[in-house]
């Protein structure tokens, strides 16, 4: 089953405005990251925040995690064209830190 | 900067045919992986390596299999591929085998069984 579900699966603004994505997760998790995917290429790391934290900033992106509710944001802070991609949060399974558990994605489009 | 490449960007293959799929690190990673990408099902872990000549199944390892002869390269093998089996195929390397490193992915594989 998907650790790591998006919300939504799909979000289209204009540029200059924020993007916020949402990712839920199930069981117990050491770190939380996030990647971006540009359309038929590898996926980046973005940030990455440790369950004993809750909130972290790089750049423009602001990453919350709320570990009672389960729950990350990521925040993109005055959009571009460039964001346009796939961003998915990926989780860890508590004791099993090899493993990635990627959610589904949400698909981004930024209109200039 | 960590740089992890595959052999192809799209490859076609006909079913039953022995396909290889070869990813590169340079930055002498410890660990490596093997993923697959479908729509509506995000990536899904077929095998990873831990260690050179160490692998251990992902969730989906069924008509793969894999092989780790040197720390900087990681191959996929489809044994006899099937047309279920295109897919686009990610690899990706870790530091360590530890809490909160990130992976590097290469640029990915398009493959298409026909």
């Known amino acids: 089953s998907q650790q790591g579900e998006e919300d939504p699966q799909a979000l289209s603004i204009q540029e200059g405005e924020n993007a916020t994505m949402n990712c839920s997760y199930k069981?117990?998790?050491?770190?939380l990251q996030w990647y971006r995917q540009n359309s038929g290429r590898g996926l980046v790391h973005l940030i990455l925040?440790?369950?004993?934290?809750r909130e972290k900033h790089s750049g423009r992106l602001r990453v919350t995690l709320d570990t009672s509710k389960k729950s990350s944001s990521l925040l993109i802070t005055a959009s571009r064209a460039a964001d346009t991609a796939s961003y998915f949060c990926a989780t860890d399974e508590g004791d099993s830190s090899y493993k990635l558990i990627f959610g589904s994605g949400t698909r981004l489009l930024v209109r200039p | 900067d960590v740089k992890v490449t595959q052999s192809s960007r799209y490859l076609v293959k006909r079913t039953g045919e022995k396909v290889f799929l070869e990813c590169v690190q340079d930055?002498?990673?410890?660990?490596m992986f093997w993923y697959r990408q479908d729509p509506g099902l995000g990536l899904r872990l077929i095998y990873f390596s831990y260690d050179v000549k160490m692998k251990e199944k992902g969730d989906i390892p069924e008509g793969y299999s894999v092989s780790r002869e040197k720390k900087e390269r990681f191959s996929l093998i489809l044994e006899s591929a099937s047309t279920n089996q295109t897919s686009m195929y990610l690899c990706?390397?870790?530091?360590?085998?530890?809490?909160?490193?990130?992976?590097?992915f290469g640029p990915g594989t398009r493959l298409t069984v026909t």
């Open positions: 930055m002498d990673h410890e660990n």
């Open positions: 990706a390397s870790r530091l360590y085998l530890n809490q909160g490193y990130e992976q590097y």
């Open positions: 925040i440790r369950s004993n934290e």
């Open positions: 069981t117990s998790i050491n770190n």
